[in-house]
Nanobody, 126 residues
Framework: QVQLVESGGGSVQAGDSLRISCVGSGHTFSGLVTAWFRQAPGKEREFVAAINWSGYSTLYSDSVKGRFTIARDNAKSTVYLQMNSLEPKDAADYYC???????????????????WGQGAPVTVSS
C-alpha cells in the first residue's frame, strides 16, 4: 500500500514562492508516476502537474505553466512542487497523487491515480 505525506504548505503573500513536498512509502518510489492536484473551497479538484518515474517527462496545467515546477528525487522518495509568483487564485489544498508507472502517457485526470496524500493547505493573500 502506497502512503503519501505532504509537507511545506503555509501562508504567503502574492508574488512569493513556496515549495511543497510529498514523501512516498510502501512501494519503490521510482516505479510510481506522481502528480499534484489542488482543491479550493467549493471547487472541484484540479490537476496541477505530473512527472514520470525518471523525472524527464512532465505535464502542467495551463494555469501554472511557467510558474510552477514539479521535480522528484527518487533516492529520497520525494516529489516536489516549486511554486513561484503565487497568486490568490492559487490558494487551495494541494494533494500529492501517485500511480504505478505502466509506461503510458502522463495523465491529468484524478481517476488515473490510485494513491493520495492528505493534503497541504496553501493560502495566498493579496
Amino acid at each position: 500500500q502506497v502512503q503519501l505525506v505532504e509537507s511545506g504548505g503555509g501562508s504567503v503573500q502574492a508574488g512569493d514562492s513556496l515549495r511543497i513536498s510529498c514523501v512516498g512509502s510502501g512501494h519503490t518510489f521510482s516505479g510510481l508516476v506522481t502528480a499534484w492536484f489542488r482543491q479550493a473551497p467549493g471547487k472541484e479538484r484540479e490537476f496541477v502537474a505530473a512527472i514520470n518515474w525518471s523525472g524527464y517527462s512532465t505535464l502542467y496545467s495551463d494555469s501554472v505553466k511557467g510558474r510552477f515546477t514539479i521535480a522528484r528525487d527518487n533516492a529520497k522518495s520525494t516529489v516536489y512542487l516549486q511554486m513561484n509568483s503565487l497568486e490568490p487564485k492559487d490558494a487551495a489544498d494541494y494533494y500529492c497523487a501517485a500511480e504505478v508507472d505502466a509506461g503510458s502517457d502522463l495523465r491529468s485526470d484524478a481517476n488515473s491515480y490510485t494513491y493520495w496524500g492528505q493534503g497541504a493547505p496553501v493560502t495566498v493573500s493579496s
